[in-house]
């Protein structure tokens, strides 16, 4: 009997549409790869990374515990204690501010201290600074060092505990330090260096040193300020007592811009025009010595916007070229041509590449904040006939009503000057 053909099911071959689009997916996968572990991990840390975690808080807490940090504070410092070197500054700022209204200027002196040895070894050619130059590396994964307007509060209030410890040199140093932090390298800015209650602070240390020219000096600067907000009757060789008065939430940062790579501030208005302190028959008024808002956006070209700048050209660019050669490329795959399939394909890997790029692109603006810092600062320099005397401050509104009231007992006992603080 005759054999018969059978036909034998040969297994299909992929078709180069499918080697190419394979081809193209393997090669793509690095920047999204890239993308997902720029942002971290979702995950909760596990093993070994848990238990450092777990460790350094532990660590944080015996130190507050050791440091009698006052309850109220303990939360703060804990952050600051357990805190990397990429976040340590931010921490130390808030909880350097933190202890010196609750009055432990001890501490606040030494967080604020180990605050400013850290910014000031953060200069542009640090290694993790050129870090955030790259397109793949988010500006917040950055070691944080302020804005200006950060930079130049924290020698601000550096230099206030140092008038506390009537320590007036090295007070005033730091308001001339406060003062430096305010230039950006803009030259072309009429907003550089004109921290009012630095330049009020420095006339009132530089007084009390004995060197009532360089207190003129820092005055007369003071009155060509653009920031400033209205008059504030200046220290004299008589003043031996200031009241520093805090009021509002200072200014909060957020992103704007296609790609969140512009950094902008939101205000938080006071309503607070003026305040009106009271010694004994004495009253004295004061309009804001400093807009914490006013001088967080007046601070000129920043080195790190244009690099924004450039990273969200990129990505907007590479995102639109990998568009293309999704679009085009299925469009020529479609056509049942093997050439035109090739060159699809191509365009396809093309467009795959792009979008990971695009993808892994990091243009955001870094909004890590100084958050318990104020909006105005009031500075209020008096007078004491006497070793005691009872303040009463009252904050005055646009429509000249007292907004709020509170007094306060001021000890100068043997101090050359008595400095209060007081948040409203």
């Not at 193209?24 to 975690?53: D, M």
């Not at 330049?199 to 653009?226: I, N, V």
């Not at 070229?321 to 999704?326: A, D, Q, R, S, T």
Request: glycine letters at 10%.
């Amino acid at each position: 009997m005759p054999l018969q053909n059978k036909t034998v099911a040969r297994p299909r071959r992929p078709s180069l549409l499918a080697h190419v689009f394979l081809a193209a997916c393997v090669l793509a996968l690095p920047g999204c790869q890239s993308a997902g572990s720029s942002g971290g991990s979702t995950k909760a840390p596990a093993g070994p990374a848990a238990s450092s975690e777990a460790n350094l808080i532990a660590a944080a807490q015996a130190k507050v515990e050791q440091d009698q940090v006052p309850s109220s504070l303990k939360p703060s410092f804990i952050n600051y204690y357990a805190s990397g070197p990429k976040d340590k500054v931010v921490y130390a700022m808030r909880a350097g501010l933190g202890a010196l209204r609750a009055g432990r200027t001890d501490l606040a002196a030494r967080v604020f201290d180990d605050a400013i040895t850290e910014v000031e070894r953060m200069q542009e050619g640090a290694a993790q600074a050129q870090r955030a130059k790259s397109k793949f590396v988010a500006e917040e994964e950055k070691w944080f060092k302020g804005e200006n307007h950060e930079r130049a509060a924290l020698y601000f209030y550096r230099g206030i505990t140092y008038l506390i410890a009537q320590d007036f040199g090295n007070a005033a140093a730091c308001f001339k330090r406060s003062q430096l932090q305010d230039i950006t390298g803009d030259d072309a800015t009429d907003f550089a260096g004109d921290w009012n209650s630095s330049e009020l602070a420095l006339a009132l240390a530089t007084q009390l040193q004995g060197y009532p020219a360089d207190a003129e000096a820092a005055l007369k600067r003071a009155e060509k300020f653009h920031t400033r907000q209205g008059d504030v009757p200046p220290p004299t060789a008589e003043t031996n007592t200031l009241v520093l008065v805090e009021i509002g939430e200072g200014p909060t940062k957020y992103r704007d811009g296609e790609h969140g790579e512009v950094l902008k501030f939101l205000d938080h208005p006071t309503g607070v025009k003026k305040i009106q302190v009271t010694l004994g028959a004495a009253s004295t008024e004061a309009f804001p010595a400093e807009s914490l808002y006013a001088q967080a956006t007046t601070r000129g070209e920043r080195k790190i916007d244009g690099i924004l700048a450039g990273k969200a050209r990129f990505k907007s660019t590479t995102d639109t070229l990998g568009n293309v050669g999704l679009v085009g490329g299925a469009a020529a795959m479609a056509s049942g041509n093997d050439t035109a399939q090739m060159a699809g394909g191509i365009m396809m890997l093309g467009g795959l590449i792009a979008k990971g790029l695009a993808a892994s692109t990091k243009a955001e603006a870094d909004i890590r904040n100084w958050d318990n810092l104020p909006e105005q600062l009031f500075l209020v320099f008096l007078t004491m006939p006497t070793t005691e005397g009872l303040v009463k401050i009252e904050s005055i509104g646009r429509d000249g009503s007292v907004k709020q009231s509170e007094e306060l007992a001021v000890n100068r006992a043997d101090k050359k000057l008595a400095v209060q603080l007081v948040r409203m």
